[in-house]
């Protein structure tokens, strides 16, 4: 018995350390990717191309960016809000998802984590708004994060995200105008 308690806990460190290298190596060449994906739209999203737009925002979004390891979200909103102002449903969503404290995707583990043990900022009826106009654009995932989301609002949150929805470019957009104490 002893010896399978001990080959049990072997094989349990062995996956343990594996599955955090795996992790490292998924964190490299997703950076890579998201770098590749915003040279390579970064002109036409200049130029005004919407589908560019939330490329370069997804390139900037959610993963670890830049030299100092941290969340590039103002870059991210930067792009996605001038997406999403041209009806971009995924840069909606993306912003919905954003402003509902749901900052980390994608195999970033140790960011998951640190976005689980901290509070997060939160504009419910700002990220509700922009989730009912992706679901209104055609993106299939906002209504359900919409519906989530609805779920630990207050009536008076989805009235104002009701209100905010019938002029959403008065909204502020950008990570620092929503959450200006946040600034990054």
Known sequence: MEKILRRGLGLLFVTTALSGCATAVIQGATRVTHQ????????????????????????????????SGVLNNQAATHWFCKAAAQNNADAQYELGRIYSGDLVRGPNGPAKLASKLTEQPKNKSLALMWLNLATANGNQDAAKKAAELSKSMAPSEIADAAAKQAKPQAQPCEWNAVYPDHKI
């Open 36 to 67: 590749v994906s915003i040279a390579s739209n970064e002109d036409a999203a200049q130029a005004g191309d919407a589908s560019a737009q939330y490329k370069v925002g997804a390139g900037h979004c959610c993963s670890i960016a830049g030299s």
